[in-house]
C-alpha cells in the first residue's frame, strides 16, 4: 500500500455547482486516505464543499477563508462512494 498523497486543485475562478462538481469528480480518481487541497473564488464553497464532504463521507480537514476565497484541505473517506 502506498502513503497517502496531498494533490493541489486549484478551481478558483469557476462559479457554483463546478467547484463541487469538480471536486467529487478530482476525488474519485484518488486512493482512500489521499488529501485534497481545493483553492476556490466561489463564495458559495465555504458552504457548499463542507455539505459535499458530509454528505460523501469525506473528511473536511480545514476550511481557511483566503484573501482571493477559500482553500479546503479533505481526506478522501475510505468507505465514500464514487
Do not use: N, W
Not at 10 to 22: A, I, S, T, Y
Not at 27 to 49: H, M, N, S, W
Request: glycine residues 8%; contains cysteine; charged residues 30%.
Amino acid at each position: 500500500m502506498t502513503s497517502p498523497t496531498d494533490v493541489i486543485y486549484d478551481l478558483r475562478g469557476l462559479k457554483c455547482p463546478l467547484p463541487v462538481l469538480k471536486t467529487r469528480r478530482r476525488l474519485k480518481a484518488l486512493y482512500d486516505g489521499d488529501r485534497l487541497i481545493v483553492e476556490t473564488t466561489d463564495p458559495l464553497a465555504g458552504i457548499d464543499i463542507p455539505h459535499f464532504c458530509s454528505q460523501e463521507g469525506h473528511e473536511l480537514l480545514d476550511s481557511e477563508k483566503t484573501a482571493e476565497g477559500h482553500r479546503f484541505i479533505i481526506r478522501k473517506g475510505v468507505s465514500a462512494i464514487g
